[in-house]
C-alpha cells in the first residue's frame, strides 16, 4: 500500500509509470485528484476576488486553448484536413496541452477510435451507450482509457518531441499555471492599477478558465450526440447544434463532421459559424498552415 501511495506523485509526471493494462471500464480515482482539484480550486474565486483584467485574461485563454483543441488536436492531429511544418506542428501541440486535456498523440488515437466505432458499444465516449456522465468526463479518467493504441496514430507517432509531450504531458500545465502566478505577482508590483496579483491570475486564468475550457469541448462527446438536428443521415447520433457550435467554435456542426470528417471546415452553410476555421483561414493567410480541405459542392448540396 506504502509502495502504491509514494507511486503516485510519479504516476501524475511520468505517463509510462502507469502499467499499460489497468483492467475494466472503472474511474481509477488516484488520477482523477488534479481533476477534482481544479474544479474545487474554482471557489477560491470568493477570495481572490476579481479584475477586469483577470478577467480579461480568464476569457483569452479560454479563446485560445478552445481553439487550440478544436483547430490543432481535432482538425489537424486527429484528421489531418490541413498541413503545416514540424516546427509549427510543436507549438500546435504545446498550445493544446495547455489545455489540460492530456497529449495529441492520447488525444488523436481516442478520437479516431470513435469516430471508427461512433455510437457502438465499443465507442468510448458514446452518451448513447454509456450515459451523459461517462461521455462528458468519465471515459478519460478511467483505467480502460489511460493509454492509447500507437498503431491507431502512426502517422505523428514518429515525431520524438510528440511522444515526449505525451509521455510528460503535465510538464506544459505546470509551468503555464506557475507563468501566470509570477505574471499575476509582477503585475501587483509594477502596475498596481490594475488591481490583480499572482494568486488571482491563477484562479482566474488557469482554474477558472480550464474548467470552462473542459466542459465546453466535452460537450461535444455528450450533448452534440443527444441534442439538435441531423440533416445528414449517418450510422451514429451525431447532432448540429449552434449553441454547442458558438461555444466551442464550431465544433457543434457535429453531424456535418460525422458525414465528413475530411473538412476543415465544419460550418458547411454560410449561417453555420464556425470560428476555429475562420482563424484556420488566418493562419493560411499568415503561411503557417496551408491545404485547407474543403468538403465538396456536391456533400453541400446535400445537406
Same mark, same amino acid.
Given at each position: 500500500?506504502?509502495?502504491?501511495?509514494?507511486?503516485?506523485?510519479?504516476?501524475?509526471? #511520468?505517463?509510462?509509470?502507469? =502499467? %499499460?493494462?489497468?483492467?475494466?471500464?472503472?474511474? @481509477?480515482?488516484?488520477?482523477? !485528484?488534479? +481533476?477534482?482539484?481544479?474544479?474545487?480550486?474554482?471557489?477560491?474565486?470568493?477570495?481572490?476576488g476579481y479584475s477586469k483584467f483577470a478577467l480579461g485574461l480568464a476569457l483569452f485563454l479560454y479563446a485560445l486553448r478552445v481553439f487550440s483543441i478544436t483547430a490543432f488536436y481535432h482538425r489537424y492531429f486527429s484528421h489531418k484536413t490541413f498541413?503545416?511544418?514540424?516546427?509549427?506542428?510543436?507549438?500546435?501541440?504545446?498550445?493544446?496541452?495547455?489545455a489540460?486535456?492530456?497529449?495529441?498523440?492520447?488525444?488523436?488515437?481516442?478520437?479516431?477510435?470513435?469516430?471508427?466505432?461512433?455510437?457502438?458499444?465499443?465507442?468510448?465516449?458514446s452518451p448513447v451507450q454509456h450515459g451523459f456522465l461517462w461521455s462528458h468526463f468519465g471515459?478519460?479518467?478511467?483505467?480502460?482509457?489511460?493509454?492509447?493504441?500507437?498503431k491507431r496514430i502512426q #502517422?505523428?507517432?514518429?515525431? =520524438? %518531441?510528440?511522444?515526449?509531450?505525451?509521455?510528460? @504531458?503535465?510538464?506544459?500545465? !505546470?509551468? +503555464?499555471?506557475?507563468?501566470?502566478?509570477?505574471?499575476?505577482?509582477?503585475?501587483?508590483?509594477?502596475?498596481p492599477a490594475l488591481g490583480t496579483n499572482g494568486l488571482q491570475l491563477f484562479i482566474w486564468g488557469f482554474c477558472i478558465s480550464t474548467v470552462c475550457v473542459f466542459h465546453a469541448t466535452f460537450t461535444i462527446n455528450s450533448l452534440s450526440h443527444c441534442f439538435g438536428k441531423k440533416p445528414f443521415k449517418t450510422s451514429d447520433n451525431s447532432r448540429n447544434n449552434i449553441f454547442l457550435a458558438l461555444l466551442s467554435f464550431g465544433e457543434g456542426w457535429h453531424n456535418n463532421h460525422h458525414h465528413y470528417p475530411a473538412s476543415a471546415r465544419q460550418g458547411f452553410k454560410w449561417w453555420q459559424i464556425d470560428i476555429t476555421y475562420y482563424l484556420l483561414l488566418g493562419l493560411e493567410k499568415l503561411r503557417i498552415i496551408k491545404d485547407l480541405r474543403q468538403p465538396p459542392a456536391s456533400l453541400l448540396r446535400e445537406g
Open positions: 500500500m506504502l509502495s502504491y501511495i509514494f507511486q503516485l506523485p510519479l504516476r501524475w509526471i #511520468d505517463n509510462k509509470a502507469t =502499467p %499499460e493494462h489497468l483492467g475494466p471500464n472503472k474511474i @481509477d480515482w488516484s488520477r482523477i !485528484i488534479p +481533476f477534482i482539484g481544479i474544479h474545487v480550486a474554482c471557489l477560491a474565486v470568493f477570495f481572490v498541413q503545416t511544418n514540424r516546427f509549427w506542428q510543436f507549438i500546435f501541440a504545446v498550445l493544446g496541452l495547455t489540460i486535456q492530456r497529449g495529441p498523440l492520447w488525444w488523436a488515437s481516442h478520437h479516431r477510435e470513435h469516430h471508427m466505432v461512433s455510437d457502438q458499444e465499443a465507442d468510448p465516449h471515459w478519460f479518467l478511467s483505467k480502460k482509457y489511460f493509454h492509447h493504441d500507437p #502517422d505523428f507517432n514518429r515525431y =520524438p %518531441e510528440l511522444r515526449f509531450l505525451d509521455r510528460f @504531458d503535465v510538464i506544459v500545465p !505546470i509551468v +503555464f499555471g506557475i507563468g501566470l502566478y509570477a505574471l499575476g505577482e509582477y503585475l501587483r508590483v509594477a502596475h
